[in-house]
């Protein structure tokens, strides 16, 4: 395509149907008819029925790990993992993160504390959590973000010497493997997304990874699946459970696991030659992994851009293409975690104002990059009528 | 085949009964759930549309359909859905509670996680006693627990036939402690005031598959404030009101999937037929229930339109077993009935801060009722079946306690 008129100076949007920067990859209709066909022949639903049950038992061997509880969805899983390790007072999380993870943890009556991050990785580092540890701290909450991951060893490191329970919210890293082993086997659980936006999606859905396995079977009465494993004591109950119909889109989605990695990483490599020569826009490397689902292509806007990354976002966002600035706003800035004195979290701050996610995933074909790279091109051109 | 001569079900001697060694009398369980099966070609229908708009969740195509037809259907203003009635339940007390008070009113004598939805809010449950002619909470007894810290007074529906919503409603205006309905159970229910949906200012519902209408998981509330509305709306996902833009505090993810939703959506094209299956059953236990002594049918109010969907039924002073020995022998044979609403919520162990109390019309009938099986998957057939074993249990009571007497010698 031919880009003539930007969109934000009166032109036609160059996409007539949007691209938005989630996955949405979705089993083909003769597969899901198949799959529902079955389920209304065993009228099995929920509960903890046999598709559910396979896709743990898979998610397993997928993750690498002894135990996964699927729950209907990641935020859900949260929180019911933070109930599973009992923790009180604080829990101790990046601020660079999406909203789902304080609200999880002041759901359960805790209080979120925020860290700041690495400029360079995006995440928490023992420095980072050192700098915001306070009295009355009971747990770290990691976050991986981009397909990329922290460093999970350090920061275990780092919770163990203080004492501190550790757990991951991973909802961004399905298939994401460290030089240390695969994102899922790490501290005392792994909570996982299975949103249609993630690699592998139920609809809705997420799961929990364990190697423990009391930590497994007070999830399992946590999410009151019936029959799941034996009756332990937990503080309450809620309902997470993921029914047939989420698990049978999963059980697809994870058959189309390597396919749909390998489309993203497909795009990427696009979007890498197509951005490269793009003055004050940086690509994100991949930190931290040995291999990714490369589900998201985050970029940075600097100064020398031209044109502010918000004015960026709308000129794109005209055009169809949907970038999302991540996060905004900062969970420190949202109402609810606000205290005083500020946060002072400048990395994060700083993060929250340059970067954008562009997008990736099933809408997206490989010409689509090299349209949206001609656009970012355009808009830096015509920063003076646009600015 | 006449059911007398089946012995699979009028059990000749002691031994024969599955808990004493014998065959069980059903190779299938029967259980309480609903599990509406709908058309599959309905559902698939459904499907179609979020399929070809490739929208599988956040406020997609046939959520929004779905809410549109369950308000029109309670005759309520507004309706809006959850992944759950678990979720529904804590984010309409978050929204509807009085600030700066810790305590919330309900009945004891009802669903089991009912405390824990509130735990889920802070607030710390005070039980209240029930009527002991509707089973349920009553403004009299929801009068007794209120204290200064009252934030919030939940109303529940018992499983058959209605509370007294209305003067719980009056109460509430009253005290102005705000009220909420969980009328998990009441889905098609309508009383003298109205379409249950259409009169408290928050009612919760369920969509579970063992409920009325089956969404596989799912919740929805209804009410008649656009305030309420908006508000649930915005927690049901983060809290963010368009893109980018956290508008209220409290929220998190409890957003229906449009999978779900289109398995609700056929569901509610057959409801008619649903009741009329579940009419069905309740008029065979009815009918057997009348000569067996013993156990009597807890009525439906067919005053009102009613699902007829729960079948549960009071053991009076001729029964001879125990209502929890009723159950073993009946669960053994593959009946899966269950305890009414047994223990009571203020009679287990809680986790977490809670008034203790003492109930004692609750605890009086909490021992006495049980949940008899019924639903889609039931036949009347099996429910004459069901019945001829419980007469064989009756008969052989006398045997069984001796029987059991010798085992123990």
């Known amino acids: ?387 | 085949m006449s059911i007398e001569n089946d012995t699979a079900f009028h059990k000749q001697s002691v031994d024969a009964f599955a808990l004493l060694g014998g065959q069980p009398a059903f190779s299938t369980p029967l259980g309480t759930s609903g599990l509406a099966r709908p058309d599959v070609e309905a559902f698939l229908s459904y499907s179609k549309r979020f399929f070809d708009a490739k929208q599988y969740t956040n406020n997609g195509p046939l959520v929004r359909e779905l809410e549109k037809r369950l308000a029109a259907f309670h005759d309520a203003e507004h309706c809006v859905t959850f992944c759950s009635g678990f979720w529904a339940l804590v984010m309409a007390i978050e929204t509807l509670k009085l600030a700066n008070k810790s305590e919330i009113v309900m009945p004891s004598l009802t669903y089991r996680r009912l405390a824990d939805v509130a735990a889920w809010t802070g607030l710390r449950p005070r039980f209240c006693d029930v009527d002991p002619k509707t089973l349920a909470i009553s403004p009299e007894t929801a009068r007794e627990a209120i204290t200064d810290e009252t934030a919030l007074i939940v109303g529940v529906h018992p499983i058959v036939n209605c509370c007294d919503a209305a003067g719980l409603i009056k109460l509430s205006e009253e005290t102005g402690i705000p009220l909420l309905i969980d009328a998990v159970e009441s889905v098609y229910e309508e009383t003298e005031h109205g379409r249950v949906g259409s009169m408290a200012p928050i009612e919760v519902f369920s969509l579970h598959a063992s409920k009325l209408i089956n969404g596989a998981e799912g919740g929805y509330i209804t009410t008649s404030n656009s305030d309420l509305r908006d508000k649930l709306r915005l927690i049901r996902g983060f809290g963010f009101q368009g893109q980018d833009n956290v508008v209220v505090g409290g929220g998190t993810n409890a957003k229906l999937n449009e999978i779900h939703a289109a398995l609700a959506l056929a569901n509610l094209d057959s409801l008619e037929q649903f009741v009329a299956h579940n009419q069905n059953i309740y008029r065979t236990y009815e009918k057997e229930l009348e000569v067996l002594p013993g156990m009597k049918l807890l009525a439906f109010d067919e005053r009102f339109k009613t699902s007829y969907k729960n079948i549960v039924v009071e053991l009076t002073e001729d029964w001879p077993l125990s209502r929890d020995r009723t159950i073993e022998f009946l669960n053994s044979e593959n009946v899966l009935a269950r305890p009414y609403y047994s223990p009571a919520l203020h009679q287990k162990p809680m986790r977490y801060p809670h008034f203790p109390a003492s109930l004692k019309t609750t605890e009086k009938l909490c021992s006495k009722f049980i949940l008899m099986p019924s639903g889609f998957m039931v036949n009347p057939n099996q429910i004459r079946n069901l019945i001829s074993l419980l007469r064989s249990l009756f008969d052989a009571a006398d045997q069984i306690s001796e029987y059991q007497e010798r085992a123990h010698q």
């Open chain 1, 1 to 387: 395509m031919s880009v003539k008129h930007l969109a934000c100076l009166g032109g036609e949007p160059a996409f007539a149907d949007p691209l938005p920067v989630g996955q949405l990859y979705f089993p083909d209709w003769e597969r899901y008819e198949v799959a529902m066909r079955g389920i209304f022949e065993r009228q099995y639903y929920t509960n903890h029925g046999p598709l559910a049950r396979q896709l743990e038992a898979r998610l397993e061997v997928f993750l690498g790990v002894k135990h996964v509880v699927c729950v209907t969805n990641a935020t859900i899983g949260l929180m019911m993992a933070a109930e599973a390790l009992e923790l009180s007072g604080k829990v101790l999380t990046p601020a660079m993160t999406f909203l789902a993870t304080p609200l999880s943890v002041a759901r359960c009556g805790l209080e979120p504390v925020f860290c700041d991050v690495d400029p360079v990785t995006h995440h928490m580092t023992p420095a980072t959590l050192e700098a915001a540890l306070e009295p009355g701290v009971s747990a770290v909450l990691g976050v991986h973000l981009w397909g990329s991951a922290a460093d999970t060893i350090e920061v275990q490191k780092w919770a163990e010497k203080n004492a501190l329970k550790c757990y991951w919210d991973s909802a961004q890293s399905m298939g994401c493997e460290t030089a240390k082993g695969l994102i899922g086997g790490f501290g005392e659980l792994e909570v996982f997304s299975l949103h249609a936006t993630k690699i592998i999606s139920a609809g809705e859905g997420g799961c929990v990874a364990t190697n423990d396995p009391d930590i497994a079977a007070r999830l399992r009465n946590i999410r009151s699946s019936y029959g799941a494993g034996p009756a332990v004591s937990v503080v309450k109950t809620s309902n997470g459970r993921m029914s047939e119909f989420q698990a049978a889109i999963a059980l697809l989605s994870l058959d189309d696991f390597e396919m749909n990695k390998a489309n993203n990483i497909a795009l990427r490599e696009v979007y890498m030659s197509e951005l490269c020569d793009i003055e004050g826009i940086t690509l994100e490397p991949l930190h931290g992994v040995i291999a990714s689902n490369a589900q998201s292509i985050v970029v940075r806007v600097g100064e020398d851009f031209g044109v502010s990354r918000n004015l960026l976002k709308d000129a794109l966002s005209a055009e169809n293409v949907l970038a999302r600035r991540y996060f905004w706003p900062g969970v420190h800035k949202v109402e609810q975690f606000m205290r005083q004195p500020q946060w002072n979290l400048p990395q994060t701050d700083q993060l929250n104002e340059d970067v954008l996610a562009l997008p990736i995933g099933s809408r997206v074909k490989g010409e689509d990059v090299g349209t949206i790279a001609k656009l970012i091109r355009e808009i830096q051109r015509n920063g003076a009528q646009i600015g």
